[in-house]
């Protein structure tokens, strides 16, 4: 099992969560499509049920909150990356021309965290560390394996992330539409053009999930109402699919080819 033992190094992705309009009929599905095991947590989380796989933290499902006469947000998988100060890092957000959506806040004694859109509108998370570092397991069947900006604006995104986490986007190797983010020279997600995805739609973060069969894992979120949006297809790094769950996250599913 590919077990992660060690802190995150800041501005990878750290962890995945959803806040859902229906809690337990997320923590079902996902229960039924990957194997995870997870319950409402405690009242003072706010509910929040961290998600394990094998017995080790895969992921987190909310409640969907919102301040009374608000409209509910949406229910989609917000993606977080990591940082050993998170005060600085919204400081660093804000003044390279992000939006503060939810500002820093302790999560008891697991760590800080934060809520921002970048100057396009994808909206991420960002994560301190306590006690709790994030995904305990990932790269495994049911496990997080990879976390995609889709954006319009590549060089703002460089420009972007490159100020508030040091990440840096670069070409992928014998692809001009596609870009690696790299923290100290490791590839640690992707970029995507938001022109590849359905007109109308937003720029975004794409958790995507690794999984044994794709076709299986798409066919079993349709028999769940859910929606396939990219029938499976093979492609360079695998064969992939992405759907929305029940409840209208959007996520993708792959099984990565052989190394």
Same mark, same amino acid.
């Given at each position: 099992?590919?077990?992660v033992?060690?802190?995150y190094?800041?501005?990878?992705?750290c962890?995945?969560?959803?806040m859902?309009?229906?809690?337990?009929?997320?923590?079902?599905?996902?229960?039924?499509?990957?194997?995870?095991?997870?319950q409402?947590?405690?009242?003072?989380?706010?509910?929040y !049920? =961290?998600c &394990?796989?094998?017995g080790?933290?895969?992921?987190g499902?909310?409640? !969907? @909150?919102?301040? &009374?006469? @608000?409209?509910?947000?949406?229910?989609?998988?917000? #993606?977080?990356?990591?940082?050993t100060d998170?005060?600085a890092?919204?400081?660093?957000?804000?003044?390279?021309?992000?939006?503060?959506?939810a500002?820093?806040?302790?999560v008891?004694?697991?760590?800080?965290m934060?809520?921002?859109?970048?100057?396009?509108g994808a909206?991420?998370?960002v994560?301190?560390?306590?006690?709790?570092?994030g995904?305990?397991?990932?790269?495994?069947?049911?496990?997080?394996?990879?976390? &995609?900006?889709?954006?319009?604006? =590549?060089?703002?995104?460089?420009?972007f992330y490159? &100020? !508030?986490?040091?990440?840096?986007?670069?070409?992928?190797?014998?692809?001009?539409?596609y870009?690696?983010q790299?923290?100290?020279?490791?590839?640690?997600g992707?970029? #995507?053009?938001?022109?590849?995805?359905?007109?109308?739609?937003? !720029?975004?973060?794409?958790?995507y999930?690794?999984?044994?069969?794709?076709?299986?894992?798409?066919?079993?979120v =349709?028999?769940?109402?859910?929606t396939?949006?990219?029938?499976?297809?093979?492609?360079v790094?695998?064969? @992939?699919?992405?759907?929305?769950?029940p409840?209208?996250?959007?996520?993708?599913?792959?099984?990565?080819?052989? @190394?």
């Open positions: 099992m590919p077990e033992t060690t802190p190094v800041t501005g990878t992705p962890w995945v969560d959803l859902a309009k229906d809690q337990q009929a997320a923590l079902d599905f996902y229960r039924d499509l990957f194997g995870w095991q997870g409402p947590g405690p009242a003072e989380f706010g509910g !049920a =961290v &394990e796989l094998n080790k933290a895969a992921a499902i909310g409640p !969907a @909150m919102s301040p &009374e006469g @608000m409209p509910e947000p949406p229910t989609v998988w917000t #993606s977080y990356l990591a940082t998170a005060q890092t919204q400081d660093a957000i804000v003044g390279a021309g992000g939006t503060l959506l500002p820093v806040m302790d008891g004694p697991l760590g800080r934060l809520i921002a859109a970048d100057p396009q909206v991420f998370g994560w301190q560390p306590g006690e709790f570092s995904a305990q397991v990932v790269n495994e069947p049911g496990a997080l394996t990879w976390n &995609e900006l889709h954006t319009s604006d =590549v060089p703002g995104a460089s420009a490159g &100020e !508030a986490f040091g990440i840096e986007i670069e070409p992928a190797d014998g692809n001009d539409q870009w690696e790299k923290v100290g020279g490791r590839s640690v992707g970029v #995507s053009l938001l022109a590849n995805d359905p007109p109308g739609t937003p !720029a975004h973060w794409l958790s999930f690794a999984v044994d069969d794709v076709d299986s894992c798409a066919d079993a =349709v028999k769940r109402t859910g396939v949006l990219a029938p499976p297809f093979d492609m790094a695998g064969r @992939m699919t992405v759907v929305a769950d409840q209208g996250a959007t996520f993708a599913m792959i099984k990565l080819a052989p @190394m």
